[in-house]
């Protein structure tokens, strides 16, 4: 059983095509949520990059995992003593791929990369000018489950995946105490249901949800909604970024306010899966241990 408390953030930015700029922008935020006394702060969907649709920008720049550009995001987390979520990194896994990764990454205070995450559903609509994701983007194959952190078990997730509850289903089933949903909404798709959609995820799952937003507009074809939100177990809002401004906002995880809700309504005990379940084709949920990687004995 939790018996703590966290204290998390959530950022707020508008990205450029210049990785620079977004760098120095997240060593700020960093700072600023070191000040309010967050251990943990998640930065937006193309927090290092927000290209233009269609140029093919985000191909060119896009590195592996193991390239300088995210080498400079973990040194930043280590610098400054903060663990991140990296959510939305342009992966390209070869220089022969002709498509990216769209990785959601968790790096703890020391550096290390805890889990990544592939973004499952890909963003192919006709709202705000059309997006189509996929022509650009391979899909990711598995769900992942970050467990035994200092902030619970964190369900990983980006931005249009906040549409499809049952992966969030699937994440609480799994044990899921925090979801992460760093996010670039759109303006028309975020006025009309983002906040909806967050409070809806942790009601549902009676999880805390957290989702760092892109705002603003980043170029001539693109523009986000805001709003970065962290959200409770009862789905109040506890957070609200607005729409204007860059920033980090911080809220505490009270872990006694979760367990509290799970036992006055047993949501998941009352389930009626002999009739309707969330099922999971094989191997399609990873968990990862972080108490493992710090003693594999364990």
């Not at 498509?99 to 205070?109: P, R, S």
């Not at 992942?144 to 089933?173: H, Q, S, W």
Request: with cysteine; net charge neutral.
């Amino acid at each position: 059983m939790l018996r703590h408390a966290a204290r998390i953030a959530v950022g707020q930015m508008r990205s450029t095509s210049d990785v620079e700029v977004n760098l120095a922008e997240s060593r700020r935020l960093c700072q600023l949520a070191r000040a309010q006394g967050a251990s943990f702060l998640s930065l937006p969907e193309c927090f290092e990059f927000m290209g233009t649709p269609g140029s093919g920008d985000a191909l060119k720049m896009a590195e592996p995992l193991t390239g300088d550009l995210l080498g400079r995001y973990r040194k930043l987390a280590r610098d400054e003593g903060l663990w991140l979520s990296l959510g939305g990194f342009h992966e390209r896994k070869t220089r022969e791929d002709t498509k990216i990764y769209n990785t959601h990454i968790i790096v703890d205070d020391r550096g290390h990369i805890a889990a990544t995450y592939r973004k499952l559903h890909l963003f192919d609509v006709d709202y705000d000018g059309g997006f189509q994701e996929s022509r650009s983007t391979h899909k990711g194959e598995e769900l992942v489950l970050l467990k035994d952190t200092p902030f619970g078990n964190i369900g990983i997730t980006t931005c249009y995946d906040l549409r499809f509850p049952e992966l969030f289903v699937a994440l609480r089933e799994a044990g899921a105490h925090l979801i992460l949903v760093p996010s670039a909404f759109m303006p028309t798709t975020g006025e009309a249901h983002w906040e909806v959609l967050l409070r809806a995820r942790a009601i549902e799952t009676q999880c805390y949800v957290a989702a760092a937003a892109q705002f603003g507009r980043h170029n001539e074809k693109r523009s986000s909604y805001g709003h970065a939100l962290i959200v409770d177990p009862w789905g109040k809002v506890l957070q609200d970024g607005g729409s204007e401004t860059s920033g980090v906002f911080v809220a505490d995880l009270d872990f006694s306010v979760l367990e509290q809700v799970r036992a006055r309504m047993p949501i998941s005990a009352h389930r009626r899966t002999d009739l309707v379940r969330v099922s999971l084709a094989d191997k399609a949920l990873r968990l990862v241990s972080y108490r493992q990687q710090l003693d594999p004995s364990l």
